[in-house]
């Protein structure tokens, strides 16, 4: 059964950096694609990026226009998890980071991701 599990979110200050983990739980070989979504009070869920893994490493990674060039995805294997890099923080980034299982459809949309985390905060503010 997969549980994934998100950590790292905080309070920051803007320019900083912050680096969200999701553990991806109770499986034995590392899930082919999961991704990194955010949501902000009163808007949707919004895609960062997503990582597909082959044969035992990152084979690549999409990251939204709204954050490339400041988020970097990774995934270690032999720890079943997946990291999202965040530089260069600005006060537009603060919201609930979820990680997600995808099942079928548009990377890039919500529905097509079948598991979620409970979600870590990220707050950037001076």
């Known amino acids: 059964q997969v549980q994934l599990v998100e950590s790292g979110g905080g309070l920051v200050q803007p320019g900083d950096s912050l680096r969200l983990t999701c553990l991806n739980s109770?499986?034995?070989?590392?899930?082919?694609?999961m991704a990194w979504f955010r949501q902000s009070p009163g808007k949707a869920r919004e895609f960062v990026g997503v990582?597909?893994?082959?044969?035992?490493?990152?084979?690549?990674?999409e990251i939204s226009p709204s954050v490339r060039g400041r988020f970097i995805i990774s995934r270690d294997g032999a720890k079943n998890t997946m990291y999202l890099q965040m530089n260069s923080l600005k006060p537009e980034d603060t919201a609930v980071y979820y990680c997600?299982?995808?099942?079928?459809?548009?990377?890039?949309?919500?529905?097509?991701?079948?598991?979620w985390g409970q979600g870590t905060q990220v707050t950037v503010s001076s």
């Open positions: 109770g499986r034995t070989v590392p899930t082919s694609s």
């Open positions: 990582s597909h893994w082959r044969t035992g490493v990152l084979y690549y990674a």
């Open positions: 997600a299982v995808y099942w079928r459809g548009d990377y890039a949309t919500s529905s097509s991701y079948s598991t």
